[in-house]
């Protein structure tokens, strides 16, 4: 059973920085890349990033180049997203999920579209 904890998430004042965390279990973690996506009220979900299996590729969203940096532990099953100089824009939920690729250009498929945890929550104001 795949499962997937996101955990990190808070208020920040804009400018500032937060670490998100995501255990992923129930796959074969190390053999999946990985995707961080978001979601803003009354918005749909949102690519953000991703990570390949061996760390050795990772593709940004233009908002995110330059503030944010996607990582991951295989050995601990967990991925992470650096963010910095937050904005209130980047106010949202935040969600990791397996991919099965992902492109240069954008480009990704989700292992399975069921596949979401509870997300954390992201909130930048002053």
């Known amino acids: 059973q795949v499962q997937l904890v996101e955990s990190g998430g808070g208020l920040v004042q804009p400018g500032g920085s937060l670490r998100l965390s995501c255990a992923a279990s129930?796959?074969?973690?190390?053999?999946?890349?990985m995707g961080w996506f978001r979601q803003a009220p009354g918005k749909e979900r949102e690519y953000v990033g991703a990570?390949?299996?061996?760390?050795?590729?990772?593709y940004y969203k233009e908002f995110a180049k330059g503030r944010f940096t996607i990582f991951r532990d295989n050995a601990r099953n967990t991925v992470g997203l650096q963010m910095g100089d937050l904005q209130p824009e980047d106010t949202a939920v935040y969600y990791c999920?397996?991919?099965?690729?992902?492109?240069?250009?954008?480009?990704?498929?989700?292992?399975?579209?069921?596949?979401w945890g509870p997300g954390t929550q992201v909130t930048v104001s002053s």
């Open positions: 129930g796959f074969a973690f190390g053999g999946y890349a």
């Open positions: 999920a397996p991919l099965k690729r992902f492109g240069s250009n954008g480009f990704y498929e989700l292992d399975d579209d069921r596949y």
């Open positions: 990570i390949s299996w061996a760390s050795t590729q990772t």
